[in-house]
């Protein structure tokens, strides 16, 4: 099975944090907990599989692009 991963970004700050989780189906539980939360139209909340952070870092680069 492959892991997964949380990806909570702000879209306004750039903030970006990242929890790995053991299945999908962890990871896309504890996103629609943290949607129903979620007030912030600029937080984007989302799962996604991926054999590990660094392979994530090169496929969903923009959550992870540093702005200078």
Do not use: W
Not at 2 to 22: H, K, N, T
Not at 46 to 60: I, M, Q
Request: charged share 30%; aromatic share 8%.
């Amino acid at each position: 099975m492959m892991p997964a991963f949380l990806i909570v970004y702000s879209r306004r700050s750039g903030a970006v944090s990242c929890q790995e989780f053991p299945s999908l189906v962890e990871a896309t539980r504890e996103r629609r907990r943290l949607d129903r939360q979620n007030s912030d139209p600029d937080r984007e909340i989302v799962a996604v599989s991926s054999p590990s952070e660094e392979s994530l870092k090169h496929t969903h680069s923009r959550y992870f692009a540093v702005s200078v």
